[in-house]
């Protein structure tokens, strides 16, 4: 069993940038993939990023290639999400993800969810 628990939202005016953490319970955790995704009000949950288990893979969305970076340290379980030159877009809540083999752009099949933190940008 895996629990994550997110962390380092909140409200950011635009252009301006945030860092969320994503802590991970177990000792299995450098052997998970991870992935962040983002759900905004009244729409569905959109895939932002994932990282493969070293940390030598990572893919993102289109919308945030270049603004956003994924990036895990196995040594504390964590996993976090680097976002740059926010857009009143991004507003959304951020969960984070973990699989044992991949995190699918759906979202389908993953293993363990955290319970999300919200980023809010202003314009």
């Known amino acids: 069993q895996v629990q994550l628990v997110e962390s380092g939202g909140g409200l950011v005016q635009a252009g301006g940038s945030l860092r969320l953490s994503c802590a991970a319970s177990g000792r299995t955790f450098s052997s998970y993939a991870m992935g962040w995704f983002r759900q905004a009000p009244g729409k569905e949950r959109l895939f932002v990023a994932r990282i493969g288990w070293s940390g030598g893979s990572t893919y993102y969305a289109d919308s945030v290639k270049g603004r956003f970076t994924i990036s895990r340290d196995n040594a504390k379980n964590t996993v976090y999400l680097q976002m740059n030159s926010l857009k009143p877009e991004d507003t959304a809540v951020y969960y984070c993800?973990?699989?044992?083999?991949?995190?699918?752009?759906?979202?389908?099949?993953?293993?363990?969810w955290g319970k999300g933190t919200l980023v809010t940008v202003s314009s």
């Open positions: 993800a973990a699989d044992r083999t991949t995190v699918t752009t759906t979202g389908n099949g993953v293993d363990y």
